[in-house]
């Protein structure tokens, strides 16, 4: 079985800063996916970034990054230059490679950007 | 290219009748999957399906829920007898095959139970 952790229930950032959320998860497998979606108050789940766990180089579109760390099983997201829009709950996710389907997600991270 | 469409949006239920919730997925793709969201919470696997084919309900309660995929027509998630802990956002998503294809999500369906 995969479990994701999101050890932060709630995170703030200032408009045009950057902002980092932390993502662990367990598994026995080798070869698995990583996402993160974001839930805006719309609640439509939104694909923000994925990552395939036998590529070194960690995931990047454009404000959005991640820092994919195999050894610790960790897989934290950076937003550089927040935006207003960026306000939303982050979840991070898992997924088997070979036979998987079911996406496992964490609990979620609420993302406030102040003015 | 349409994205996955889900409705009703909103439904509201009395304890005791019936929930049937629609998903359309994106044009071309066979995979249909359904996450359930109670309050404060992550998305939950409940089942995967292909057409005509339930592939893995694992994560489905093993009463009052079922789902189905027919060859013509949309995916349904069917509660019978809504209780209160029915109440959550219900998703679907949809891909073209497996990993590593992506699963897009449709907008969810609230699901109230009076």
């Known amino acids: 079985a995969q479990t994701v952790t999101q050890s932060q229930p709630e995170m703030s950032v200032q408009e045009a800063e950057t902002v980092t959320l932390s993502c662990t998860y367990d598994?026995?497998?080798?070869?698995?996916?990583l996402f993160w979606y974001k839930q805006p108050p719309s609640r439509q789940m939104i694909l923000v970034i994925r990552?395939?766990?036998?590529?070194?180089q960690n995931a990047t579109e454009n404000r959005f990054s991640v820092n994919f760390q195999k050894a610790a099983k960790s897989f934290s997201l950076k937003i550089s230059d927040s935006q207003l829009g960026d306000a939303a709950m982050y979840f991070c996710?898992?997924?088997?490679?070979?036979?998987?389907?079911?996406?496992?997600f964490g609990k979620g991270t609420s993302l406030l950007v102040t003015p | 290219n349409a994205g996955v469409m889900q409705n009703p949006r909103h439904l509201v239920r009395r304890r005791g009748q019936e929930a049937r919730l629609r998903c359309s997925p994106m044009k071309g793709h066979s995979h249909v999957y359904w996450y359930r969201q109670l309050p404060e919470e992550g998305l939950k696997f409940m089942v995967y399906l292909q057409k005509e084919n339930i592939i893995d309900e694992s994560g489905m309660p093993k009463e009052r829920f079922s789902a189905e995929f027919p060859k013509e027509g949309p995916s349904i998630l069917r509660i019978q007898q809504v209780v209160r802990g029915d109440s959550a956002a219900y998703f679907c998503a949809s891909s073209l095959g497996l990993a590593p294809d992506t699963q897009y999500f449709g907008p969810g369906t609230r699901l109230t139970v009076l």
């Open positions: 990552q395939e766990a036998y590529k070194q």
């Open positions: 996710a898992s997924r088997l490679s070979n036979s998987g389907y079911a996406l496992n």
């Open positions: 598994t026995s497998e080798s070869d698995y996916y």
